[in-house]
Nanobody, 126 residues
């Protein structure tokens, strides 16, 4: 089992930036895909970005393209989400997720992922 802990959320003005971190521990060698999701009040959890632990091109939701960048540090077992040009609509709880079973596909549905962090709040003021 993989344990995930997010950090880096906070309050930022529109146009600002934040970098979220997700530290993975436990059976990290069996992790195939790492992703970031977000959930705003009253809305469903939605996909933001994902990357294969072994490398390759990341995948982004349309709302994240050009503004968010997902990256990883294999030595530190950490995945990051750099968020720039933030908008009030980006306000949500951001969750880190991991898939620890094959196949190594990047899918955007929350059900694809089998480990979740506790979430970190991001609030963007106008």
């Amino acid at each position: 089992q993989v344990q995930l802990v997010e950090s880096g959320g906070g309050l930022v003005q529109a146009g600002g930036s934040l970098r979220l971190s997700c530290a993975a521990s436990g059976r990290t060698f069996s992790t195939y895909v790492m992703g970031w999701f977000r959930q705003a009040p009253g809305k469903e959890r939605e996909f933001a970005a994902a990357i294969r632990w072994s490398g390759g091109s990341p995948y982004y939701a349309d709302s994240a393209k050009g503004r968010f960048t997902i990256s990883k540090d294999n030595a530190e077992n950490t995945v990051y989400l750099q968020m720039n040009s933030l908008k009030p609509d980006d306000t949500a709880v951001y969750y880190c997720a991991a898939r620890s079973r094959p196949p190594m596909l990047i899918l955007t549905t929350p059900e694809w992922y089998d480990a979740w962090g506790q979430g970190t709040q991001v609030t963007v003021s106008s």
